[in-house]
């Protein structure tokens, strides 16, 4: 009956990194979403005020292509900030997969008595004899 127990609390206890795990990558995931969709408004904004510019400018037949330049830099900095949050948001998501695979691996590996490099593991173990690898505390 003990065995059951442990088994019962071993399972709670994965799915609750798990749960803990995805909990901190959706609300990373929310936040950086938050910037990108400010950023892309803000870039909206930019080129319709640069359509503007430019129909003033021949409307009174008045062309700067510097002002022009100028408004078009603003809107590749905004680019490549996008671009920037996009990669973060893509390496957080990655990162918590990762952390994920590497909870079940660990699992499987503590419920094998093996670890991923195939040694056995001793019981009370914190580290693989063979390789080294420090194994999550029961």
């Given amino acids: 009956m003990?065995?059951?127990?442990?088994?019962l609390k071993q399972e709670l206890d994965?799915?609750?990194?798990?749960?803990?795990?995805?909990?901190?990558?959706t609300i990373e995931t929310t936040k950086i979403k938050g910037q990108i969709s400010k950023l892309k408004e803000d870039k909206r904004k930019s080129l319709?005020?640069?359509g503007n510019i430019v129909y003033s400018m021949i409307l009174?037949?008045?062309?700067?292509?510097?002002?022009i330049k100028a408004q078009f830099n603003v809107i590749k900095d905004l680019d490549n900030q996008i671009q920037k949050l996009e990669e973060e948001l893509k390496e957080l998501q990655e990162k918590a997969q990762k952390e994920i695979e590497s909870l079940k691996t660990t699992e499987?590996?503590?419920?094998?008595?093996?670890c991923?490099?195939?040694?056995?593991?001793?019981?009370?173990?914190?580290?693989?004899?063979?390789?080294?690898?420090?194994?999550i505390p029961d």
């Fill in 2 to 7: 003990a065995d059951f127990f442990d088994k």
């Fill in 14 to 25: 994965k799915g609750i990194t798990t749960i803990s795990v995805k909990a901190k990558e």
């Fill in 48 to 50: 319709e005020e640069m």
């Fill in 60 to 67: 009174e037949e008045n062309f700067d292509i510097e002002k």
């Fill in 108 to 114: 499987i590996a503590k419920s094998t008595n093996k």
């Fill in 116 to 135: 991923e490099c195939g040694a056995e593991i001793p019981p009370g173990a914190k580290f693989c004899v063979k390789c080294g690898k420090k194994l």
